[in-house]
């Protein structure tokens, strides 16, 4: 089984911008691979943020962006607000399963 | 409004058995791909599987830590989901979560497998 992996913390202050990535060790993550964002705060479900690669659903926040850089797709917060502190998790479709990434605990401070 | 209520959960000792339940409204349950995702107490997010809609083929996929031991199904006449569990370990231990195609999310349900 792929192993997808993240950053497992970064720190952004207020206001500030931030890429968070997700790398699969079968190589480049692509189109292809349909990757999406999702964020999760303590005690809730996990929220989508972004799916196959850079689409948004009505309820993401127009900071946050998908895209692909540097062989890993990424996840772009421009402008960090308080409420944006939670873990963040990326998915990666491969041909018969997918695999999450160990998630990204984002600090705003 | 998508709405995903998940049930099943409790108790079950280890090589036991459980079947969760996943009721779905809010959209065209047989068109969608649904999947079961589950989060173990403090650790992150693990994809377990998926039902593909009848008209993408109908069939399932499983994680290898699953494969053989759990198995999906779905009702499109009731607009449900389920998720059979057997030869369970402790390891199974988890909140699992009903999705739609990880869009849409259910509040989870616990499910504890200890002796």
């Known amino acids: 089984q792929a192993v997808v992996t993240q950053e497992p913390s970064l720190t952004v202050s207020p206001g500030g911008t931030v890429t968070l990535t997700c790398g699969s060790s079968?190589?480049?993550?692509?189109?292809?691979?349909?990757p999406y964002w999702f964020q999760q705060k303590p005690g809730q479900a996990p929220r989508t943020l972004i799916y196959?690669?850079?689409n948004k659903h009505s309820w993401t926040p127009a900071r946050f962006s998908g895209s692909l850089l540097g062989g890993k797709a990424a996840l772009t917060l421009s402008g960090a607000q308080p409420e944006d502190e939670a873990e963040y998790y990326c998915?990666?479709?491969?041909?018969?399963?997918?695999?999450f990434g160990g998630g990204t605990k984002l600090t705003v401070l | 409004e998508v709405q995903l209520v998940e049930s099943g959960g409790g108790l079950v000792k280890p090589g036991g058995s459980l079947r969760l339940s996943c009721a779905a409204s809010?959209?065209?349950?047989?068109?969608?791909?649904m999947s079961w995702v589950r989060q173990a107490p403090g650790k992150g997010l693990e994809w377990v599987g998926r039902?593909?809609?009848?008209?993408?083929?109908?069939?399932?996929d499983y994680a290898a830590p699953v494969k053989g031991r759990f198995t999906i199904s779905r009702d499109d006449s009731k607009n449900t989901l389920s998720l059979q569990m057997n030869s369970l370990k402790t390891e199974d231990t988890a909140v699992y979560y009903c999705?739609?195609?990880?869009?849409?999310w259910g509040q989870g349900t616990l499910v504890t497998v200890s002796s």
């Open positions: 079968t190589g480049a993550v692509t189109s292809g691979h349909y």
């Open positions: 998915l990666i479709s491969y041909s018969a399963a997918r695999v």
């Open positions: 999705t739609t195609g990880c869009h849409s």
């Open positions: 039902f593909k809609s009848k008209t993408d083929g109908g069939t399932t």
């Open positions: 196959d690669t850079t």
């Open positions: 809010g959209f065209t349950f047989s068109n969608a791909w």
